[in-house]
């Protein structure tokens, strides 16, 4: 927490310059790893940027085998002048439902790995396909710089389950054109789960700070020290 937090409001000061830059019309922070950055963007940058954020339900699985549903929920939500924001990966299953849905937001990953040859390879591999994806970031995977992926996945651990799918269907509180999502049920142990709620109870706690903070000022100092992100986060 110590560290995930001060580097979950880099990135969000961050991802509020390039909206503020290039005029997207929303922001998509993928599930699950981008719950808390999602909950930290909003409350520093919120009051400065138009455009709208979503908790974009996705994972792998749901990219690699969408349904028409949920071809049907990425639409609308997602389009050309949308950012899809995620915290680390290679690009590969986004681009392929890019590709399906016919629709080519930007995308932003904190730590990108798909620019590492032998990734590349893999990759290509399995998908034969030449295809490549354009990606924001902070850190790559040609940096010298390098975080242990599982570990960052850990600490913005939110105890929801993965997403398999999004479907359209009556809600308990919609019509029959309601999009809901279809999650794995999460199978935490016992000791993790304890640990995930004092992650969240931290997250909510520091949130609640930040936004009764000067956030204008802050986003003040952190524009000033902008080239010094990475000695900051290392």
């Not at 310059?17 to 790893?33: H, P, Q, T």
């Not at 981008?34 to 009051?47: R, S």
């Amino acid at each position: 927490v110590q560290y995930n937090l001060p580097m979950l409001v880099i990135i969000s000061h961050y991802i509020a310059g390039e909206v503020i830059a290039k005029g997207y019309r929303n922001v998509l922070f993928s599930s699950r790893d981008c719950l808390f950055l999602k909950d930290v963007y909003e409350a520093l940058a919120g009051d400065t940027c138009r455009a709208r954020s979503h908790y974009f339900y996705t994972s792998r699985v749901s990219r690699l085998n969408a349904s028409e549903d949920y071809l049907a929920y990425f639409r609308s939500i997602a389009c050309d002048r949308s950012l899809v924001v995620d915290l680390c990966g290679t690009g590969w299953s986004l681009h392929q439902l890019y590709r399906h849905a016919g629709i080519a937001p930007d995308t932003f990953m904190f730590h990108f790995l798909g620019n590492r040859l032998a990734t590349r390879l893999r990759y290509r591999a399995i998908a034969r396909s030449q295809g490549t994806l354009a990606v924001g970031s902070l850190i790559n995977g040609l940096s010298s710089l390098w975080i242990d992926q599982s570990l960052l996945e850990m600490a913005n651990y939110n105890g929801m389950g993965m997403t398999l799918d999004v479907r359209k269907g009556a809600g308990a509180q919609g019509g029959a054109d309601t999009m809901y999502p279809v999650l794995e049920d999460p199978d935490f142990p016992k000791a993790a789960q304890a640990d995930i709620e004092v992650i969240c109870q931290s997250v909510q706690h520091f949130v609640d700070l930040l936004r009764g903070a000067d956030r204008e000022a802050l986003r003040a100092e952190m524009g000033a020290h902008a080239k010094q992100r990475r000695s900051i986060l290392f």
